[in-house]
């Protein structure tokens, strides 16, 4: 009897770990099958869209597109909209009707006066510089807008250090730019685009949305294929797969693979930049231009 008496516990402590382990591998196999069902759930919300055949006629030169169409935004959405575009809302520039190399900002014309340094003296590490840029055109005329796209920074190659200065755009063709003059290097105030190339780079966002592209690589095996992603997609014969965001909303469309399926995506990148401007858009885009340059060092 005493024998017996001490092996009923321990029969009993055996079949409940065994209970335990076949529980514990119940809720694994669940929660595996549960990642199964949520990843095909997700396969299948990838849709593969046939858009209409459209015809091989080029629309005539000047037709704005409206490919691009997205959802409505909410009340919320559209506020936040708002802010968004107000903290980067950037001053009137001449109207494309108008435009005009000869009277775009230039570089050579334009003037630059240095404030003095607040106490008298040499410039020392740690002061704050100010210097004074009024725009001129080709013509030599004074500019009475602003608009045009000036960087301030103070650079050290030597170093591999940079800091930005802050411009201020007057609207009246006068800049101020404030330099922290932080270590010893070169003090810059580089023109990047004129105002006038802000109004031509306007109106290509709006005609080409897609001007920036970007590309999805799919494989399945060894074969594997790239394609074309953005937000907008231009109209063509081409399938396309649909990545749009089920809950929020946020659409993603890429051209789908000749051979593969919408589900083999496995990577994604920035693609290029569509060069399509006319020639005569060029001649505001010439590369950055120096307006002021000189070196900070230790008095």
Same mark, same amino acid.
């Given at each position: 009897?005493?024998?017996?008496n001490?092996f009923?516990?321990?029969?009993?402590?055996?079949?409940?770990?065994?209970?335990?382990?076949?529980?514990?591998?119940?809720?694994?196999?669940?929660?595996?099958?549960?990642?199964?069902?949520?990843?095909?759930?997700?396969?299948?919300?990838?849709?593969?869209?046939?858009?209409?055949?459209? =015809?091989?006629?080029?629309?005539?030169?000047?037709?704005?597109?409206?490919?691009?169409?997205?959802?409505?935004?909410?009340?919320?959405?559209?506020?936040?909209?708002?802010?968004?575009?107000?903290?980067?809302?950037?001053?009137?520039?001449?109207?494309?009707?108008?435009?005009s190399?000869?009277?775009?900002?230039?570089?050579?014309?334009?003037?630059?006066?240095?404030?003095?340094?607040?106490?008298?003296g040499?410039?020392?590490?740690?002061?704050?510089?100010?210097?004074?840029?009024?725009?001129?055109?080709?013509?030599?005329?004074?500019?009475?807008?602003?608009?045009?796209?000036?960087?301030?920074?103070?650079?050290?190659?030597a170093?591999?250090a940079?800091?930005?200065?802050?411009?201020?755009?007057?609207?009246?063709?006068?800049?101020?730019?404030?330099?922290?003059?932080?270590?010893?290097?070169?003090?810059?105030?580089?023109?990047?685009?004129?105002?006038?190339?802000?109004?031509?780079?306007?109106?290509?966002?709006?005609?080409?949305?897609?001007?920036?592209?970007?590309? =999805?690589?799919?494989?399945?095996?060894?074969? $594997?294929? $790239? $394609?074309?992603?953005?937000?907008?997609?231009?109209?063509?014969?081409?399938?396309?797969?649909?990545?749009?965001?089920?809950h929020?909303?946020?659409?993603?469309?890429?051209?789908?693979?000749?051979?593969?399926?919408?589900?083999?995506?496995?990577?994604?990148?920035?693609?290029?930049?569509?060069?399509?401007?006319?020639?005569?858009?060029?001649?505001?885009?010439?590369?950055?231009?120096?307006?002021?340059?000189? =070196?900070?060092?230790?008095?």
């Open positions: 009897m005493g024998v017996q001490f009923v516990p321990i029969r009993r402590k055996t079949c409940g770990c065994i209970l335990l382990v076949l529980a514990v591998f119940v809720l694994l196999l669940m929660v595996y099958v549960m990642d199964i069902l949520e990843f095909h759930n997700k396969v299948n919300n990838t849709k593969i869209i046939h858009p209409p055949t459209i =015809s091989n006629v080029t629309p005539p030169a000047g037709v704005w597109y409206n490919f691009c169409k997205l959802k409505p935004l909410s009340p919320k959405e559209a506020f936040e909209e708002d802010l968004l575009l107000q903290s980067i809302a950037w001053p009137d520039t001449p109207p494309l009707q108008s435009l190399l000869r009277k775009s900002s230039d570089p050579a014309h334009s003037t630059f006066t240095i404030l003095g340094r607040m106490g008298g040499q410039w020392q590490i740690g002061d704050k510089m100010e210097v004074i840029i009024k725009m001129y055109d080709f013509q030599g005329r004074p500019k009475n807008c602003g608009g045009d796209v000036i960087v301030a920074r103070l650079h050290n190659p170093l591999g940079g800091v930005a200065g802050k411009v201020v755009d007057h609207l009246n063709g006068s800049y101020s730019a404030v330099f922290s003059l932080l270590w010893e290097g070169s003090a810059q105030v580089i023109l990047v685009h004129p105002s006038e190339a802000v109004t031509v780079l306007g109106r290509l966002t709006r005609e080409q949305p897609d001007r920036v592209f970007f590309k =999805s690589q799919f494989r399945s095996g060894r074969v $594997t294929e $790239t $394609t074309t992603c953005n937000v907008c997609l231009r109209p063509s014969r081409q399938p396309v797969c649909n990545y749009t965001e089920l929020t909303g946020q659409q993603w469309f890429c051209y789908k693979p000749e051979k593969l399926s919408c589900d083999a995506r496995i990577s994604h990148s920035r693609g290029d930049l569509h060069k399509t401007s006319p020639p005569w858009r060029t001649s505001c885009f010439k590369g950055m231009h120096y307006l002021f340059c000189m =070196s900070v060092v230790r008095g």
